[in-house]
């Protein structure tokens, strides 16, 4: 492990530990109705500084841009929350970078099988395997309502986050993609756009496979309807991480295998009985809200899709 992912570590925790509890207590020394207005402040004063020292730094994995990466996210979602857990789980989410940019130019494995050289590069999957940034954390968000629950999955997804992480260290990846993706339509180009902003490393296990099937658990345990159907949609994303030629089938299995490891520890033994019934009778319509958010992406897309083909 080198400075610059040493140094990544250490600011993410500073940011989500030390940060957020010390920036909202000297908030509350403020008068009650300056408070809000503080809270913003600092936010936004940080985003600045954060910027006008990225433009004297080394990029992404500069020491002064893991700043904005790890501590001001964590510290925004420390403000917004008052909740360790969540300010941890966001504060170590740009460690995924940090250690992708590391993995360059270290040998790297390809556990490949014989199904994942049959199965051929379909860019019209990326729908289906796009869907992971609405499904994994807003899907939760929406039909999750009470603390306790939401305490438990937060456990849960940091679990894999960290041992996906050790896993990316340990055992690096890379992906099973083409030099070139084909193609003049949205599929193609939403495909292209995904492995400009996806590092090719860090494969297994597949978090992309491990946050869908955490998401699709947790939501069960309000609604065991959502929750089924949002496990056929899992298993569905982890189809598409094949036929976009960004995971491998070892790395699907991994990633499955650790959400139930996270469920059966953090998750399993919350009772269906204690979620109240107006929450239990709500999960559906606030999944298709979910759903609808998601839709609301996907036309976001097409319209600079539409503006890149005029260009």
């Keep these: ?17 030390v940060a957020g509890p010390a920036v909202a207590y000297g908030i509350q020394r403020f008068p009650q109705r300056w408070h809000r207005t503080t809270e913003w402040l600092v936010i936004g004063g940080a985003v600045v500084v ?26 925004l979602t420390y403000l ?32 490949e099988v014989a199904l994942d050289r049959a199965v051929p590069l379909q860019p019209t999957w990326m729908l289906v395997y796009g869907s992971l940034y609405m499904f994994a954390f807003l899907l939760p968000l929406l039909v999750v309502r009470q603390h306790a629950l939401i305490r438990c999955a937060m456990r849960a997804y940091l679990m894999v986050m960290i041992l996906a992480y050790g896993a990316f260290l340990v055992y690096p990846t890379v992906a099973p993609r083409p030099d070139q993706v084909f193609g003049d339509g949205f599929s193609a180009w939403s495909l292209r756009l995904a492995y400009a902003l996806d590092p090719p490393y860090g494969c297994f296990p597949s978090l992309h496979v491990a946050w869908s ?26 189809v598409s991480t094949l036929y976009t030629k960004q995971h491998y089938v070892v790395d699907v299995i991994a990633g499955a295998l650790m959400a139930y490891l996270a469920y059966g520890l953090f998750l399993r033994s919350h009772p269906l009985e204690a979620v ?14 979910g759903v609808g958010i998601f839709a609301m992406m996907v036309a976001g897309l097409w319209v600079e899709y539409q503006i890149q083909r005029v260009v």
Aim: with cysteine; net charge neutral.
């Design 80 to 111: 917004v929350s008052r909740t360790m857990l969540a300010s941890t789980f966001v504060s170590l989410l740009p460690l995924y970078i940090v250690i992708a940019a590391e993995s360059r130019g270290r040998p790297a494995y390809a556990p």
């Design 213 to 238: 099937v955490l998401s699709a658990l947790t939501c069960y345990r309000v609604h065991r309807g959502v929750g089924a159907v949002a496990g056929f949609w899992a298993a569905l994303i982890g």
């Design 50 to 75: 954060a910027v006008l020292a990225d433009l004297w730094s080394e990029g992404p994995v500069g020491d002064a841009f893991i700043y904005m990466l790890a501590v001001l996210p964590g510290l």
């Design 1 to 17: 492990m080198n400075d610059v992912l040493l140094t990544a570590l250490g600011v993410a925790f500073f940011g989500s530990v």
């Design 276 to 289: 109240p019934e107006s929450d239990h009778r709500r999960a559906p319509a606030r999944a298709l809200a």
